[in-house]
Structure formats: structure tokens, C-alpha cells
């Protein structure tokens, strides 16, 4: 242990900086995932894909990867702007030494910040403004830390895409509904009303465009 200690003593200061430096991109890497979720517009888009196939009753088609692969991209099309202006005014200085890391930290917040504020309900926002025990309500976006912002932006997020799930599965349950009566008015109980529309449902959907207009649906939706 004394050894340990004497070596950080004795050591560069560089040496003790590009440390730190390595230490906080590993921490940044190990949480990338998670600010990928919960911070840009993947939540919406991830549910609203998984809605879609379960509406259709096709089980694992598409395929799980195919959905989260789909829902990243469009996560990278969407949040493009934000990702330019955090490289811009947060990580190119931040890698050529001219701010510091709490400066870097600040100007990179800053625009998730305004991204997220665009799309989280006032309601859920002052829900965590009360519990977060602030005495005095943020005057501006920026004064409203993210421990507070992210989790009322998801629960926003959460509830727009099950209200978009909602009208995605209307029509496919109409069907349901459709095929069902038809089957019961001819006396055919035993056969699985989910077989015979199951065909009706992909073949609606594929007729209409459907993975068209619920991509341009999600488009619009920011």
C-alpha cells in the first residue's frame, strides 16, 4: 500500500492527469448505454416498433435486432443536430485543452437539455422539481439539473409512445374483432380467430405502407 501511495506521489503530473483522463472515458463508455436510452429519443421509437410487431401477432418478426438496430439508427438520424452541437462546443474543446472538464460538462448537458425539455410534460417535470427538495423553481432550462430532467423525460417519453402504441394497434384489433364474429356467426369456435386474420393484418399493412408511415409518424413526432 505504501508503495501504491509513494509511486502516485512520485509520478508525473501528466502522467496522474491522462490517468484521470482514461478513468472518466471508461466511466463515460460504461454509461454510454444508458444516456443512449434514456436521454436522446430512443425509448419512443424502441416501444413504438415493439407495439407495432405485437399488433401484428407476427411473435419474433421482426427480429429483436432488427428493431433495436432500426430504433438506433433513427435514434442517430433524430438526435444528429444535439450530437453536432455537443461535438462542436463540448468535446473538440474539451480534447484540445481549451475548457475544462466541469465546462465541458456544462456546454454538453446544455443541449440534451433543451431536447428534452421539448418533449417532457410540465406535469412530470414538477413532479421531481417537488421531491428533488429545490427551494426555488429553475428560472431556466439550464438551471434544472439532470438527475431531475432525465427521469421526467422518460416517463414522458413512456407515456407518448404507449399513446402512439394505442392508435397503432386500433386497426389491428378491428380486424380481430371482425374475424372473430365471422368465425363464431359460422360456428367455427375451435379454429383460433388469431390464424385466419393474421394473413388480413400483413397484408393490410403491407398495402398501406405500414412501416412507412409509422417511421414518418415518428419523424414528425419530433
Not at 443512449?36 to 407495439?51: A, K
Not at 474543446?93 to 465546462?103: N, V
Request: glycine share 2%; proline share 6%.
Amino acid at each position: 500500500m505504501n508503495d501504491f501511495v509513494h509511486y502516485f506521489s512520485d509520478s508525473d503530473p501528466s502522467n496522474v492527469s491522462s490517468s484521470v483522463k482514461l478513468l472518466l472515458t471508461l466511466t463515460v463508455l460504461s454509461l454510454a448505454p444508458s444516456i443512449l436510452i434514456l436521454m436522446t429519443c430512443f425509448t419512443r421509437i424502441v416501444i413504438i416498433l415493439s407495439f407495432v410487431r405485437t399488433a401484428l401477432a407476427t411473435q419474433q418478426m421482426p427480429p429483436n435486432q432488427v428493431i433495436v438496430g432500426l430504433a438506433l439508427f433513427l435514434t442517430f438520424f433524430i438526435m444528429a443536430p444535439t450530437f453536432q452541437d455537443v461535438n462542436k462546443h463540448a468535446l473538440q474543446p474539451l480534447f484540445d485543452e481549451k475548457i475544462t472538464l466541469d465546462e465541458a460538462y456544462s456546454k454538453a448537458s446544455k443541449p440534451f437539455k433543451e431536447f428534452m425539455s421539448k418533449h417532457t410534460r410540465q406535469k412530470d417535470l414538477d413532479l421531481f422539481l417537488k421531491y428533488s427538495g429545490a427551494k426555488e423553481r429553475p428560472k431556466t432550462i439550464e438551471d434544472i439539473p439532470l438527475t431531475t430532467m432525465v427521469p421526467a423525460y422518460t416517463i414522458s417519453e413512456l407515456k407518448t409512445a404507449f399513446q402512439m402504441g394505442f392508435m397503432i394497434f386500433i386497426p389491428f384489433l378491428v380486424i380481430d374483432m371482425i374475424v372473430a364474429s365471422i368465425l363464431m356467426s359460422m360456428g367455427m369456435m375451435m379454429l383460433p380467430p388469431v390464424m385466419i386474420s393474421l394473413p388480413f393484418k400483413i397484408l393490410l399493412f403491407v398495402l398501406v405502407d405500414g412501416w412507412y408511415l409509422v417511421v414518418k409518424s415518428l419523424l414528425e413526432s419530433f
